[in-house]
């Protein structure tokens, strides 16, 4: 099994539009791949929201993006590509930015061409940075990376902000300045969702946001028009939001959780989810008390009464 980049790059290049839906947590991501998607992306919508509680416009820092994406990187071992936003800063700052994602084990970034403060992609109020500074870091992208198979996503969000043909236009410069994929983002109507594959000359991904600016297509109508990436960028987090609410309100008017065992993990699913069971062994092997047994107040999934001390 090669590196996440390599196996990144691997995936990339077989054919289909290839899902990847979007964690913001360690714990996402390895749910992500327990579900058998090959490949995750760390969503700054998603990451904002769980890990400060507040909205995607450029609150998050990049420390903090870089913190999620080293834990997520060591929590499972199917690619990452992360959100960079803009690179945080000028092309000076994108190049330190795709050194340290890349040091952290993400496979690729994307970048965009908004001005700092950036906006999530599907809300309005955007203000954008001209082309030609966008190529200049899309090129210190280029070259700041250690691994040549390291992805440097380009993303513009000038179809909100200006318009489809301003943003067809900056597509194709992005493509041109070396960019391994063209995130279009934000695209208006099946017509516009049609047009952009057509016109780029290079993998294009789509990001669907349901209920945002962009018509949902399922990845097998997305695959005949065209695009090699779909995202759902915030979907597994408001599905667990919109959850989370309804079994804590049901908590507060009956005082139980009783009406919500079978829709969540059991207690010892969860300690599986978390691998529980290989770390035991692990101290188990490194233990100097090797036959004394480990005291548990609860029963794992692998284990009897007689287990308990």
């Known amino acids: 099994m090669g590196t996440a980049v390599e196996n990144l790059r691997e995936l990339m290049a077989q054919p289909g539009a290839h899902v990847m839906p979007a964690c913001f947590d360690a714990l996402s991501a390895r749910m992500i791949e327990r579900a058998g998607f090959k490949a995750t992306f760390m969503s700054g919508f998603a ?10 416009t450029g609150l998050i820092s990049y420390a903090e993006m ?30 330190r930015t795709v050194r340290e994602y890349e040091r952290a084990g993400v496979a690729g970034i994307h970048i965009e061409d908004q001005e700092m403060p950036k906006r999530c992609g599907h809300f309005f109020g955007k203000s954008l940075i001209n082309k030609e500074e966008m190529v200049g870091k899309l090129k210190a992208a280029l070259d700041a990376r250690k691994d040549e198979d390291f992805m440097i996503i380009a ?8 318009g489809f043909e301003e943003a ?36 294009v991904l789509a990001n669907m946001v349901e209920t945002g600016l962009t018509p ?3 990845a097998q109508e997305l695959q005949e028009l065209g695009y090699g990436v779909v ?8 599905f667990l939001a919109r959850q989370a609410q309804g079994f804590l309100q049901n908590l507060k008017d009956t005082g139980t ?35 004394a047994p480990v005291s548990y107040t609860h029963l794992r999934a692998n284990e009897t009464e007689a287990d308990l001390v």
Do not use: W
Request: net charge negative.
């Open 47 to 56: 990451v904002s929201a769980a890990r400060l509680g507040l909205p995607d």
């Open 66 to 95: 870089l913190e999620q994406g080293r834990n997520i990187c060591s929590a499972t071992s199917i690619p990452v590509i992360g959100d960079a936003d803009t690179g945080y800063g000028n092309a000076l700052n994108v190049m």
């Open 155 to 162: 993303r513009t969000d000038a179809r909100t902000a200006v």
């Open 168 to 203: 067809l236009d900056r597509a194709h410069a992005y493509a041109e300045a070396g960019a391994d994929v063209i995130f279009f983002e934000s695209p208006r109507s099946i017509e516009e969702l049609t047009e952009v594959p057509k016109a780029i000359g290079k993998p």
């Open 216 to 218: 949902l297509l399922s």
């Open 231 to 238: 995202i759902f960028a915030g979907g597994l987090a408001r």
């Open 257 to 291: 959780t009783e009406a919500y065992m079978d829709r969540m993990n059991s207690f010892q699913e969860h300690n599986e989810l978390l691998e529980l069971p290989k770390f035991d062994e692990l101290a188990k092997k490194y233990s100097k008390v090797s036959a």
